[in-house]
């Protein structure tokens, strides 16, 4: 068992208002809490998803696990080969290694908290993610730094069975 010891010594307050916002609707990111400002305590960020949106694709992380809280609505996750469908109050939390993804249910919305510890920078992982979608990088591109942000992607039969 590792003990982490978060090396910040003031609040984290993040206001909504002020939270930088990546993407648009299907898939919104709003980036909260990154490693640096929680002393490498957590990394977290708000996914909201509409009409059964895909969320993450099967990955896992090396060192961090990864912890899903259903604000609102309902969403498939991929815990390892399960497909759990999660609902407004749930939690799930996916240890370091074990293959996850997450989107809302097929034709449904859903709005998560997401929460990785211990933290990893993530802001530029999302920011990344959304100069995929505006075509300004090709998708190969995150395989180049898969490492840098303990990201590996995965397949999962179990994961394409389940969504449409």
Not at 39 to 57: C, E, F, H, I, P
Not at 76 to 89: D, F, I, M, N, R
Not at 147 to 161: G, I, V
Request: charged fraction near 20%; glycine fraction near 8%; hydrophobic fraction near 40%.
């Amino acid at each position: 068992m590792s003990l982490i010891a978060p090396d910040f010594d003031e609040s984290v307050i993040v206001r909504s208002a002020e939270a930088e916002v990546i993407g648009r609707a299907p898939t919104t990111i709003r980036l909260l809490a990154d490693s640096s400002s929680t002393g490498g305590a957590l990394s977290t960020q708000r996914v909201s998803l509409v009409n059964g949106a895909d969320g993450a694709k099967p990955h896992h992380h090396s060192n961090s696990a990864e912890l899903f809280y259903v604000l609102d609505g309902m969403a498939q996750l991929l815990s390892g080969e399960q497909v759990v469908t999660a609902e407004q109050g749930d939690l799930v939390i996916v240890p370091p290694g074990l293959a996850h993804a997450f989107a809302a249910a097929p034709g449904e919305d859903a709005d998560l908290l997401i929460v990785i510890t211990p933290g990893v920078e993530r802001f530029e992982y999302f920011r990344h993610l959304e100069r995929i979608a505006y075509g300004k990088v090709p998708p190969e591109s995150l395989l180049e730094v898969q490492e840098l942000y303990d990201t590996y992607f995965r397949s999962s039969t179990a994961w394409d069975d389940a969504r449409p």
